[in-house]
T-cell receptor, first 112, second 114 residues
Framework: DTEVTQTPKHLVMGMTNKKSLKCEQH?????MYWYKQKAKKPPELMFV???????INESVPSRFSPECPNSSLLNLHLHALQPEDSALYLC???????????FGQGTRLTVV | KQEVTQIPAALSVPEGENLVLNCSFT??????LQWFRQDPGKGLTSLLL?????REQTSGRLNASLDKSSGRSTLYIAASQPGDSATYLC?????????????FGKGTLLTVNP
């Protein structure tokens, strides 16, 4: 199983809502990532978890709050987002040291 | 700081043609080089991974090469098909000494015409 599963596939939320994105993998990978991708642009790194600990935060606004409850799950909690946060949010996983990265199909987020 | 450049930005070819997508990177201390495919609005599908000690990898009609000394990688697609139409992303890992940093090129948008 080389699959990274993201839910939901689509999400529309108001600026006062609280929602969460979920990512799951069962490949035994101990590094998990959140990326944000705007249209016609490459993905931009947001967060990296290594062994369930946050190792990289790319100066992401606090309205995005990541969580890694166990080695298979990665969540991204959303609160008070802005319309410019609308994007495709991608989750990825890999072994810790420079091996193949696997991406999920993404969550298309629209903030209204 | 690692930078990855992909040329061309867009490519349109007739079905059946062999083609080459180019990628260059600035930091030769790259850990590995991965090629992805992305369909519109979808996630990234890994095509080929070349470890830093390797020179090339092959999968079906795809062949990717890596030349660390010149800072270049190529993705060769043989006998292209309309289903190959997608954006192809070249991604280097290990930028700036970080194991986790994936540095993305801006992609090549490939259109294969029937």
């Amino acid at each position: 199983d080389t699959e990274v599963t993201q839910t939901p596939k689509h999400l529309v939320m108001g600026m006062t809502n609280k929602k969460s994105l979920k990512c799951e993998q069962h490949m035994g990978h101990r590094a998990m990532y959140w990326y944000k991708q705007k249209a016609k642009k490459p993905p931009e790194l947001m967060f990296v978890y290594s062994y369930e600990k946050l190792s990289i935060n790319e100066s992401v606004p606090s309205r995005f709050s990541p969580e890694c409850p166990n080695s298979s799950l990665l969540n991204l909690h959303l609160h008070a987002l802005q319309p410019e946060d609308s994007a495709l949010y991608l989750c990825a996983s890999s072994q810790v040291r420079n091996t193949e990265a696997f991406f999920g199909q993404g969550t298309r987020l629209t903030v209204v | 700081k690692q930078e990855v450049t992909q040329i061309p930005a867009a490519l349109s070819v007739p079905e059946g043609e062999n083609l080459v997508l180019n990628c260059s990177f600035t930091d030769s201390a790259i850990y590995n080089l991965q090629w992805f495919r992305q369909d519109p609005g979808k996630g990234l599908t890994s095509l080929l991974l070349i470890q830093s000690s390797q020179r090339e990898q092959t999968s079906g009609r795809l062949n990717a090469s890596l030349d660390k000394s010149s800072g270049r990688s190529t993705l060769y697609i043989a006998a292209s098909q309309p289903g190959d139409s997608a954006t192809y992303l070249c991604v280097g890992s290990g930028s700036g000494g970080s194991n986790y940093k994936l540095t993305f090129g801006k992609g090549t948008l490939l259109t294969v015409n029937p």
